[in-house]
């Protein structure tokens, strides 16, 4: 097979898929099944990699040891500073690798290639972040108990954490949270989307070179409904990070009540861009352009609802048809396009229904609508819809696609009813050039990440996840960290205690 480093940097189509085999315990781990899967680029239609579809078996030996990880102190027993410098040489190893890991990504999840290299080094920042973290998980004191009492309150690793990403940015949403979870001093087992397993499975030998201890991160490729509910469900995991579907989400919440295991949970979201008549329109239709578009709409926190006062609504629509008719949808390989590939049939499929309900529910198309699966190879061109009634399919499901579904209201409390009116709560946007306007917006507003006059945007310091039916817990900041522990409370009598029977 032609060197993966020489692929990369040519950036040619693999002639036979890139195959990775699992890793457990330290080790590359080929599991019991012997069953690799091929995964076909869906930008090109061929297969591309191959990946182990894994046994409970298997996952049940990743449990076994990230569990001896965890409790023999291999990890959690190093001094944070021991913790940052291996946090510290992965960062640098994911940024000396950055074009291997760039193209196994684009090639398995089809999004462009420049934006697979931006959020492989974004990533890198976040392990950096995070390695500073590791030497500040701190508790409190209390000295306020009175004389005879002094309390500690101490931070201690949560243990075994199970982690499960989805495919739509598989590199950057795990290092949202495996940073995190190993600064706090857990340990993991990882199950990435079957069909992005790849970048994964790669820097899980990266954090090998860079010093981690064996069976401190394990990789468990496969199913989701088979290795998936195995993790959710295992009595030796302390907590399960889920990432994706809220449907799927409900199911893993289900699974946990086995052991009582601590959930936390990013799901999806139906993001309002909330625009008012004096906003800045040039800027807040590039930036509804790109929060529809970006990532072809596979993103949890796409704006795909263009909530906006009726004064300003027809320009700004033309406006954002403007914008959108100069994206360059295509080959993710050819840097020149903005937006790659839909992932799979079964999501190209799905967005292609919410299309037809939308022209058979009446709204009104205003530019794209148009889909190619043509040699397995799924793309779709940015869509919107005018005059989408608020209680439709289209302006009340997440289509996890490239359409956008136009709403206008008249007044203020319209606004916000309209940007509340839906089960999610992960996202939203706010233009407008007036601060009083801003502030009484974002306060009524639910959900978790509110961007005003920008959009999708942030750094891991600030933390991230969803109200409502868009999840439960934070990731990244400091606050993403603490998810990852547990407090212990600890009462020192200081002197001798007062008896109670004398
Ligand atoms: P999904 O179908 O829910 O799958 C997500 C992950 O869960 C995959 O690894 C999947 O495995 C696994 N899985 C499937 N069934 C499972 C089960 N019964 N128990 C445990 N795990 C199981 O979501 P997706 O289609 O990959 O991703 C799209 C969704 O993710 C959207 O709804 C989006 O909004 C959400 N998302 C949310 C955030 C956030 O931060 N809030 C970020 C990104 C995406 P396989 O698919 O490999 O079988
Ligand atoms: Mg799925």
């Not at 706010?430 to 959900?447: C, H, M, N, P, Y």
């Not at 999840?471 to 606050?479: A, D, K, M, Q, W």
Request: proline share 5%.
């Amino acid at each position: 097979m032609t060197n993966l480093n020489e692929l990369a940097a040519t950036l040619r189509l693999p002639v036979e898929p890139i195959r990775s085999p699992m890793f457990i315990d330290g080790k590359e781990y080929t599991g019991n099944s012997g069953e690799f899967v091929a995964r076909k680029s869906p930008g090109h239609g061929v297969p591309v990699t191959s990946t182990v579809r894994a046994t409970v078996e298997d996952l049940n030996a990743a449990v076994a040891s990230a569990r001896r990880a965890s409790d023999d102190g291999r990890w959690s027993r190093l001094s944070g500073e021991q913790r940052a410098t291996v946090l510290l040489k992965a960062a640098q190893l994911i940024r000396d690798n950055v074009e291997t890991l760039t193209y196994l990504e684009t090639l398995e999840s089809g999004k462009p290639i420049g934006q697979s290299r931006g959020e492989i080094g974004a990533a890198a920042g976040i392990w950096e972040y995070a390695a500073g973290l590791a030497r500040v998980v701190h508790g409190d004191t209390h000295d306020t108990l009175g004389g005879d009492l002094f309390g500690l309150v101490v931070r201690q690793p949560i243990g075994v954490v199970g982690i499960v990403t989805p495919w739509n940015f598989p590199f950057f949403i795990l290092s949202e949270r495996l940073p995190f979870v190993l600064a706090a001093g857990c340990t993991a087992v990882v199950k990435p989307a079957e069909l992005t397993s790849s970048t994964t499975l790669k820097l899980a030998a990266l954090l090998i070179e860079a010093g981690l201890p064996d069976g401190v991160v394990n990789v468990v490729t496969g199913l989701g409904s088979v290795v998936g509910q195995a993790l959710a469900e295992h009595m030796d995991v302390d907590m399960i990070s889920f990432t994706g579907s809220t449907p799927v989400g409900r199911s893993v919440l289900a699974a946990a009540g086995g052991n009582m295991k601590k959930v936390g949970l990013e799901l999806g979201g139906k993001n309002p861009q909330i625009v008012f008549a004096d906003a800045d329109l040039d800027d807040a239709a590039d930036a509804i352009a790109f929060g529809i578009a970006f990532n072809a709409g596979q993103c949890c926190v796409s704006g795909s609802r263009l909530v906006v006062h009726r004064s300003v609504e027809q320009q700004l629509v033309e406006r954002v048809k403007a914008v959108l008719e100069k994206v360059r949808v295509g080959d993710p390989l050819d840097a020149a396009n903005h937006v790659g590939a839909i992932v799979e049939a079964r999501q190209f499929d799905k967005i292609r229904g919410f299309i037809n309900a939308g022209r058979r529910d009446g709204a009104q198309l205003v530019c794209g609508g148009t889909a190619s699966n043509e040699g397995e190879r799924f793309f779709i061109e940015p869509t919107v819809f005018r005059n989408v009634q608020p209680q439709s399919a289209l302006a009340q499901e997440e289509i996890f696609g490239p359409v956008l579904s136009v709403t206008p209201f008249d007044t203020f409390e319209e606004a916000i009813q309209l940007a509340n009116g839906v089960p999610y709560g992960l996202a939203a946007s706010i233009w407008t050039r007036d601060l009083q306007g801003a502030i009484k917006s974002f306060r009524e507003v639910q959900a978790g990440r509110i961007w005003v006059n920008c959009t999708i945007t942030g750094g891991p310091e600030m933390p991230i996840g969803g109200v409502k039916q868009s999840g439960i817990g934070r990731e990244t900041g400091r606050y993403g960290l603490e998810e990852y522990t547990e407090l212990k409370s600890v009462h020192i009598q200081v002197g001798s205690r007062p008896r109670w029977i004398a």
